[in-house]
C-alpha cells in the first residue's frame, strides 16, 4: 500500500473505553501537575476525583472522561484542518515479498498523526493500522498536557524543539511523510 496523507475523520475515539478510563486517571484525575482545572467544571472535577480516590469510577469520573476524548478529539481534528501544528508519520516492518521468498519488502503497518496544538496546550498521538491496500480508522493513543504552564510563543517553541528532536531519533523503520509547523 502505498501510504499518504490521509486526515482524521471526526470524531477519534480512544481505541477502548478502558484505555480512555486508564488516560483520564492518569492525567487528569493523578495527575494535577497537568493543570486540567481551567478545561473541566471544577465541581464535577473534584467530584470526579473524590470518587476515584474512593475507588470507584463513577458517573462524575464517567462525565470528565466523555469530555476529555471530546476535547482531545477535537484538538487533533482541528489542527489537522488548519494544516499546522502536526505531523504525518508512517511505520513499516521488513517482510518477505512472497511466501518462501528471500527478498525482504518494506511494509506500511502504521500510519500516526502526532498534534500539539498551543490552543489546548495538549500533545496528542493518533495512530491507524495498515493492512494490504486498507488502512483502519485512526484511535488516540495517548493525550495529554506535557507544559500547562507554558503559553503562547513559549508553548509553541518548546512543541518545535520536542518535534525536532523526535524527528532526530527517527529509525529506518518510520518515514516522516509531512510535518505542519
Not at 501510504?3 to 478510563?21: M, T, Y
Not at 502504521?110 to 498534534?115: F, R
Amino acid at each position: 500500500m502505498s501510504v499518504h496523507e490521509v486526515l482524521p475523520p471526526p470524531p477519534i475515539r480512544f481505541r477502548s473505553r478502558e484505555s480512555l478510563d486508564d488516560h483520564v486517571v492518569r492525567h487528569v484525575l493523578r495527575g494535577r501537575d497537568e493543570r486540567w482545572d481551567d478545561v473541566f467544571d471544577p465541581e464535577v472535577l473534584a467530584n470526579a476525583r473524590e470518587e476515584w480516590e474512593q475507588g470507584c469510577f463513577g458517573a462524575n469520573c464517567e462525565q470528565i472522561a466523555d469530555e476529555y476524548e471530546r476535547i482531545v478529539s477535537g484538538a487533533i481534528v482541528r489542527a489537522c484542518q488548519s494544516g499546522q501544528w502536526h505531523y504525518h508519520l508512517a511505520e513499516y516492518v521488513w517482510r518477505p515479498q512472497s511466501s518462501g521468498s528471500k527478498r525482504y519488502v518494506r511494509t506500511a503497518t502504521l500510519q500516526t498523526v502526532v498534534a500539539w496544538p498551543p490552543a489546548d496546550l495538549l500533545r496528542i498521538v493518533a495512530k491507524a493500522a495498515v493492512r494490504g491496500e486498507r488502512m483502519f480508522p485512526y484511535t488516540i493513543r495517548s493525550a495529554f498536557r506535557p507544559w500547562p504552564w507554558l503559553t503562547g510563543n513559549s508553548y509553541v517553541k518548546k512543541s518545535l524543539e520536542w518535534a525536532a528532536e523526535r524527528d532526530r531519533l527517527r529509525n529506518d523503520n518510520c518515514q516522516v511523510l509531512e510535518t505542519h509547523y
